[in-house]
């Protein structure tokens, strides 16, 4: 039986991969096999576009950074995503295309029809079977942050709050498949929110 893929987004300093990590510790607590990985970098090869697109010193062409991130995509769903989800195991990914929709889409206003094509070259169709959008306000994320920031954690406020509002709105069009979760709750209340929506989905595909 095919695994489940869970997803994790938000903006910065949402919260979602210390979630994304408890998680994956509840579900192997009760024998599941689970896979965490990350967009950039859940490659060897994605490590080093990750290196690239968060740290270099040169100006990124916005469309060179979209680019980017769907080679590392192309990249992690064909050598590790999807032999994963064919073995029956849990993959819990800490971003996915959302990311891209929000960040590149909103945030940088590419084309949307650009957008959609160098996903679909990606991901070849591949969705999230549930996505988990931590949403917290810009000046929470800021507040969260340090002086270690990368690339595009030092872009505006009124960037990430386009990338935050695209979120949201992803989120509405997609509700069959998106959970959204107050990212200012306690750790241990949103872990247990984030346990209950899975426990659910995990019952449902199971009957």
Do not use: N
């Amino acid at each position: 039986m095919r695994g489940l893929f869970i997803t994790f987004e938000g903006i910065e300093h949402c919260g979602k991969t210390t979630q994304a990590v408890r998680l994956v510790e509840s579900l192997r607590s009760v024998g599941h096999e689970v896979v965490m990985t990350r967009e950039p970098g859940g490659t060897t090869i994605g490590a080093a576009i990750r290196e690239l697109v968060l740290h270099s010193k040169e100006q990124i062409d916005t469309v060179s950074e979209l680019l980017l991130f769907a080679a590392d995509r192309a990249q992690h769903v064909r050598t590790l995503i999807l032999p994963a989800l064919e073995r029956g195991a849990i993959v819990i990914s800490d971003r996915f295309h959302d990311s891209t929709r929000a960040y590149q889409g909103w945030g940088r206003g590419i084309d949307t029809a650009l957008i959609d094509r160098a996903i679909a070259l990606a991901t070849d169709g591949l969705d999230p079977d549930l996505t988990v959008l931590m949403d917290i306000d810009v000046p929470t994320s800021r507040s969260r942050g340090d002086d270690a920031s990368d690339r595009i954690e030092q872009d505006s406020d009124v960037f990430f709050t386009k990338v935050r509002d695209g979120f949201l709105a992803i989120a509405r069009g997609s509700q069959d498949r998106t959970i959204v979760i107050d990212g200012t709750l306690s750790i241990e209340r949103v872990a247990s929110k984030i346990r209950e929506a899975v426990g659910e989905h995990l019952a449902s595909v199971s009957t």
